[in-house]
């Protein structure tokens, strides 16, 4: 399931084929109706090992009830319903309903000079299926209860941290919008990414992250650049592992990041069609903010912010990865890093 430009969703199954059946009564190999006065035996239709196929084929679409671009869609841990969120509202649907959804948040101001801020990303919890968390242009969190009132105007818990005055710079509002939030497979954390740091939320504690990565750090003398260049508005999604032990997010010149949640080591990978041959080993790479560079580092100044990895997914259970970057889609499996593993 996902959204498309024109502000509707559309539903999708999936499914493989390795095998197809053979010797029809009344089809010929190629499909083809056979001529009835040539059937002369009745046979038995056989199932023959043929190379695996996927077939992707549409279901449903559900249109209609967003004003403004889609940023979010999650499936519902009861797997009836699922919500669609946009610049200002969050919206319930029926998976069996295509025609009807139900408003439950809404942000939308009266006068839209009054606005402040949008919803950026939204998410079910995976396990208690009356509460959803979105995220704001302004870095905050809301955690809404669907049981306290049909439209959640009222956030049950606001996950915000305090800005240190000493740290704030020019851009500051633009960076510490999140971009993406997303819930630990246990329910007890949420993750969220700005446009310079991951940051790990406990539930139980609303008042600052437990846990703070830095992604590209040494991007602070490029704001200005980036800013010019619209850089600075990407929207970087972030993921789990199954075991919720090491959290992954993209960056420029088609890196991306991985931080070990218990050993405090990172990675900075890079998904290009060099190191994509199979069995290919990822060899980490570094980024030079200045001064005398070593052989496997890369400048600063040589990144090329065309490539980057916004769009990435974690197998739930296996070391599976797979990034977008730009126009090709990467997979690596197995032996993840040897440096984090």
């Not at 035996?41 to 992707?56: R, S």
Request: aromatic share 10%; charged share 30%; with cysteine.
């Amino acid at each position: 399931m996902f959204p498309i430009l024109d502000k509707t969703i559309k539903l999708w199954k999936v499914s493989e084929r390795d095998k197809r059946p053979e010797g029809y009564n009344l089809k010929d190999e190629e499909g083809r109706m056979k001529d009835l006065s040539t059937v002369t035996v009745l046979q038995v239709p056989v199932l023959k090992p043929m190379d695996l196929m996927v077939e992707v084929t549409p279901r449903k679409i559900f249109a209609n009830a967003h004003t403004y671009h889609i940023n979010s869609i999650s499936v519902n841990s009861d797997c009836e319903t699922y919500m669609s969120a946009d610049d200002l509202r969050i919206n319930l649907w029926h998976l069996g309903i295509t025609d009807r959804s139900f408003n439950i948040v809404d942000i939308k101001p009266v006068d839209m000079e009054e606005l402040t801020e949008v919803i950026t990303a939204a998410e079910f919890h995976p396990h208690h299926c009356n509460l959803l968390v979105y995220s704001s242009s302004k870095g905050t969190l809301r955690l809404c209860d669907m049981r306290t009132a049909a439209l959640c105007d009222k956030h049950a818990k606001l996950f915000e941290e305090p800005e240190d005055p000493s740290n704030r710079f020019f851009f500051s509002e633009i960076t510490s919008s999140v971009s993406d939030v997303k819930f630990s497979h246990s329910g007890r954390y949420m993750m969220t990414r700005d446009y310079l740091t991951v940051k790990v939320w406990d539930l139980n504690m609303e008042t600052k992250p437990i846990e703070t990565y830095q992604v590209h750090d040494y991007l602070r003398s490029k704001l200005c650049s980036l800013y010019e260049n619209d850089c600075i508005f990407d929207k970087f999604e972030c993921a789990w592992n199954g075991s919720d032990s090491v959290i992954m997010t993209g960056a420029y010149n088609n890196f991306f990041r991985m931080f070990d949640r218990n050993t405090k080591r990172d990675v900075t990978l890079e998904a290009s069609r060099e190191n994509s041959k199979p069995r290919a080993v990822l060899k980490p790479r570094r980024v030079c903010t200045g001064g005398k560079r070593r052989k496997d580092e890369i400048s600063v100044d040589s990144l090329d912010f065309n490539k980057k990895i916004l769009h990435m997914a974690w197998h739930p259970t296996e070391n599976i990865i797979a990034v977008a970057a730009t126009n090709n889609l990467y997979i690596f499996q197995d032996k993840v890093n040897s440096e984090m593993h």
